[in-house]
């Protein structure tokens, strides 16, 4: 079954930095476009940030712009998000999933708390 | 506020059909994905492009667009259709993304 597991969520302050990881299982990773959508508690979706199979582009929210690195190693069929300068709003949880406009394949997603 | 629009909250009866709709600028030109999403689950996408579903989605769930308005059909709702749905487009730059913000579908 074709999968992808996030990781690296947790509590962090206000400012402070975290980088979350997706790993891909049984698909070929590094022909997909890979997108990260996160959703605030009892919230809507937001798109966040999403990288091309090659990783030479990537596209920000504005909200994220400059605070947010998205990134991946199709050596280790990974993907990733570094996030710095956290702000209360960006509490939520952090999906990846496959695709470039439409996404098919999701992972459980980790919680991203930023509170001090 | 998103630039797409969805009504936050629709109702059918159990075997009838019923439409959830999006609306946006960007409808005119980008193709809609909507997605279902069940408590504490992940979405799961039901149709893509012009009215395309992935393998495992049953055939009661059609897409289609009219000018800038984007809709999933449910035809003959079952109990477990009950969730949330988000619309997802192209923004008006093209390279970004925009979700609606979710409809609750109650299935009576």
């Known amino acids: 079954e074709v999968q992808l597991v996030e990781s690296g969520g947790g509590l962090v302050q206000p400012g402070g930095s975290l980088r979350l990881s997706c790993v891909a299982s049984?698909?070929?990773?590094?022909?997909?476009?890979m997108t990260w959508v996160r959703q605030a508690p009892g919230k809507g979706l937001e798109w966040v940030a999403n990288i091309k199979e090659d990783g030479s582009e990537e596209y920000y929210v504005d909200s994220v712009k400059g605070r947010f690195t998205i990134a991946r190693d199709n050596a280790k069929n990974s993907l990733y998000l570094q996030m710095s300068s956290l702000r209360a709003e960006d509490t939520a949880v952090y999906y990846c999933?496959?695709?470039?406009?439409?996404?098919?394949?999701w992972g459980q997603g980790t919680m991203v708390t930023v509170s001090s | 506020s998103s630039e797409l629009t969805q009504d936050p909250a629709v109702s059918v009866a159990l075997g009838q059909t019923v439409r959830i709709t999006c609306q946006g600028d960007?409808?005119?030109?980008?193709?809609a994905s909507w997605y279902q999403q069940k408590p504490g689950q992940a979405p799961l996408l039901v149709i893509y492009g012009k009215n395309n579903r992935p393998s495992g989605i049953p055939d009661r769930f059609s897409g289609s667009t009219s000018g800038n308005t984007a809709s999933l059909t449910i035809a003959g709702a079952q109990a477990e259709d009950e969730a949330d749905y988000y619309c997802n487009s192209r923004g008006r730059s093209g390279n970004h993304l925009v979700f609606g913000g979710g409809t609750k579908l109650t299935v009576l």
């Open positions: 960007s409808l005119s030109t980008y193709y």
């Open positions: 999933a496959t695709g470039r406009y439409a996404f098919d394949i």
């Open positions: 049984r698909f070929t990773f590094s022909t997909y476009w």
